[in-house]
């Protein structure tokens, strides 16, 4: 079995990319409210900040900022994967599954980069604010509800109609 390298930089920044197991539903999007749940329970109790995120119907992509002296995002995400899934109820799941306490909703892994520097960081954030355009879920960033796009917006960040005209290159991790 493969070791997975984490990436260990207390206090840093990183870009995630978690995805749903079944790549065909909109799990996430209909259960929207839940997931909220979940990730807020998270950062109330192993506060982190995050500082962009857009939820798809199949995945999510955050960019989180951990406090001084931490590095420990598995926990976070081991949180928000498990309390969202607890909370969709009981189903159908393989014997592996069951053996390690799997609802099989979730992926096993999920990427992580470390952000190196600020274009770095607004590269990022560029790319979770355009996917589900790229995606093809709405032909506007403005249109795609779940996405901290607004927040950037109302902060006068960015314009209402970013993401019009131009191509969002791709990072890796999706």
Known sequence: MSRYRRSKVEGGTFFFTVTLADRTGDLLVRHIDGLRRAYKFTADHHP??????????????????????????????????????????????????????????WQRRYWEHAICNDDDLTRHIDYIHYNPVKHGHVAQVQDWPHSSFHRYVAQRLLPADWGGNIQIKDVAGE
């Open 48 to 105: 982190f900040e995050t500082i962009a995120i857009c939820i798809l119907p199949d995945h999510l992509h955050a960019i989180w900022s951990l406090p001084a002296a931490d590095l420990n995002f598995p926990l976070r995400w081991s949180l928000i994967k498990s309390k969202f899934s607890r909370g969709l109820g009981p189903g159908l799941r393989s014997q592996s599954q069951i053996e390690k306490r799997e609802k099989g909703i």
